[in-house]
């Protein structure tokens, strides 16, 4: 499911990849809900809820950190017959948003004239946002 920041990150993913050499895939990968230690300063029933959903839900770092290995390397040179399934060629995977080791389709906003035009509207603020920090 693919949630309004997922929607950013998806725009703002395909936007790089646009403006990117093609020898550098650009990619969002989801890691998932992952066993982490940026929520240990939570207190109280959060902190409770957040162990119990851990505990029953959540992947473990390392399995959390294979989806960005496969996302950066996930890729072959070429396309062929003999790649195992859930292989991806470097184009197939430049700009995509992947969870599960797969290409997730987008959004159908994302897709469409006004999803682009926003697509270019956050390229394009993320750009003087970072020229604004770099003065």
Known sequence: MLTPLTVLTVMFVRALAQHSSSKVIV????????????????????????AASE?????????????????????????????????YTNDQL????????????????VLSA???AVQARIWVRVLLTIHSFCL
């Open 114 to 116: 006004e999803g682009i």
């Open 27 to 50: 990619n969002g990968p989801n890691p998932a809900f992952c066993v982490s230690d940026l929520r240990r300063d939570m207190k109280g029933v959060m902190s409770l809820v957040n």
């Open 94 to 109: 430049h700009g995509q948003y992947t969870s599960a080791s797969k290409v997730q389709e987008v959004a159908d906003y």
């Open 55 to 87: 505990k029953m839900l959540a992947f473990t770092t390392e399995e959390g950190s294979r989806q960005y290995v496969w996302a950066a390397i996930g890729g072959s040179k070429e396309a062929s017959p003999s790649e195992p399934e859930g292989m």
